[in-house]
């Protein structure tokens, strides 16, 4: 943790669940837990497989992770 009072802390996880409200959740009705965690599952395998990102170059997070590391 850093010092008391830095509004970066949580910056990254912030901006994943404000898309995640925004984005997705917005018209979705869940009837129990288990239809939210399928759901939330669905959405971590679109942003992460299929979502481009314009902050890393209009490239999904997965491409950019391969690009960064030399994977290929």
């Keep these: 943790m850093s010092r008391r009072g830095n509004c970066w802390d949580n910056a990254v996880q912030e901006r ?5 409200k925004l984005e997705y959740f917005d018209d979705l009705i869940f009837m129990n837990c ?7 599952g669905r959405y971590i395998r679109y942003y992460n497989y299929s979502r481009i990102n314009s902050a890393i170059g209009y490239m999904t997070p997965l491409q950019k992770r391969r690009e960064l590391l030399k994977i290929g």
């Design 16 to 20: 994943f669940f404000r898309n995640i």
């Design 34 to 40: 288990q239809a939210v965690e399928v759901a939330v």
